[in-house]
């Protein structure tokens, strides 16, 4: 069974390469010489092709910004090539300085690790993305977009034929996380997962990201794994405590030009410290909790359940738990168009 996937593996991988490579002089003809360079980046580049859950990521590298228009005509292109294989293609994209387009902190980083050139004129390399900028890109909108999707796995009964994707990557995610933030790289599932086994980080249920990449290395309906929905939710906590006690944001460093964070002046208001042993656990999260609330606001009525899930990871030695509560509760009241729906 092994080797039967890994032949579907390969024969799928060889087939999403001659498609990207059979794509690059349509683009090169449509962009002329705006076009700098196209590339593999993803798992045709760096392994670990599923030839059911991988997508096809190339990168283009262009003199000056793609609008709406020309991104629509590079999508045309390809469904002109192969209609079933555009369906897997996700097009990234960076002018000359990189500093225009769609190519976060994490791909750029792939890009200047294990980019393949399949058109170049000029090999563009733009700075490395320190670990700060890996950082809070992570713990921003993808962080959020997966917690809300391990939300709705969590509540669903049924595994939808067209969610199979999206739940495996659900499953997996952490490990992608840990890799990325321990490591300010990208790399395969696989050694993302063998990784995350090794780290052990606390709470975490590392069998689950097991047995996900096995479903997605045979390539397999997940229904069978449905039921490790329930450990989902545990997951949402272990990644948020990881973040926090990971960050490397002191608590000195919240304060910005020595003025206090607000979130340090309501710690100080609340005296939510006793002995301080716990004081920059419980403040990193509470700054985590924060900024995941400015992307995706609560409503009032689940402000409590939202902080008490938030804080709960960590141990007070002298249980000052409702003064750490109130204060994060305070800071998010005072300003609730920023936090709450």
Not at 186 to 198: H, I, K, L, P, Q
Request: proline share 4%; glycine share 6%.
């Amino acid at each position: 069974m092994i080797d039967m996937n890994d032949t579907k593996n390969e024969l799928a991988r060889t087939e999403s390469l001659a498609f990207a490579h059979a794509l690059a002089p349509s683009y090169s003809t449509q962009l002329g010489e705006r076009l700098i360079g196209a590339y593999l980046i993803g798992s045709l580049a760096h392994g670990g092709f599923s030839h059911r859950y991988s997508d096809i990521d190339v990168a283009l590298v262009t003199e000056d910004a793609l609008d709406a228009a020309t991104l629509t005509t590079l999508r045309a292109l390809a469904a002109e090539q192969d209609a079933a294989l555009s369906q897997k293609l996700s097009v990234f994209w960076a002018d000359r300085h990189f500093v225009m387009g769609r190519m976060p902190p994490l791909d750029r980083a792939d890009y200047l690790d294990h980019a393949v050139a399949i058109s170049e004129r000029e090999r563009v390399r733009p700075a490395r993305p320190t670990r700060k900028e890996i950082r809070l890109y992570l713990k921003g909108e993808p962080f959020s977009n997966w917690i809300e999707s391990a939300e709705r796995f969590a509540k669903d009964d049924v595994l939808a034929p067209g969610d199979h994707k999206a739940f495996i990557r659900a499953l997996l995610y952490p490990a992608r996380l840990v890799y990325s933030w321990t490591t300010g790289r990208m790399s395969s599932n696989d050694e993302a997962v063998a990784f995350t086994r090794e780290c052990r980080p606390a709470g975490m249920n590392t069998d689950v990201l097991t047995q996900a990449l096995a479903y997605r290395q045979a390539g397999a309906d997940p229904d069978a794994l449905f039921p490790a929905r329930a450990v989902l939710r545990d997951q949402v906590k272990a990644c948020t405590r990881f973040i926090a006690e990971s960050d490397d944001t002191a608590v000195e460093g919240h304060a910005k030009n020595g003025e206090l964070s607000v979130l340090q002046k309501a710690f100080i208001e609340h005296f939510a410290f006793q002995c301080g042993y716990c004081t920059a656990g419980f403040l990193n999260e509470g700054q985590v909790l924060l900024e995941r609330l400015e992307k995706k606001r609560v409503a009032r009525a689940d402000l409590e359940k939202t902080i008490g899930e938030a804080l709960d990871g960590h141990l007070c030695r002298c249980t000052g738990y409702v003064r750490y509560h109130e204060a994060v509760r305070d800071v998010i009241l005072a300003d609730p168009h920023r936090y709450l729906l």
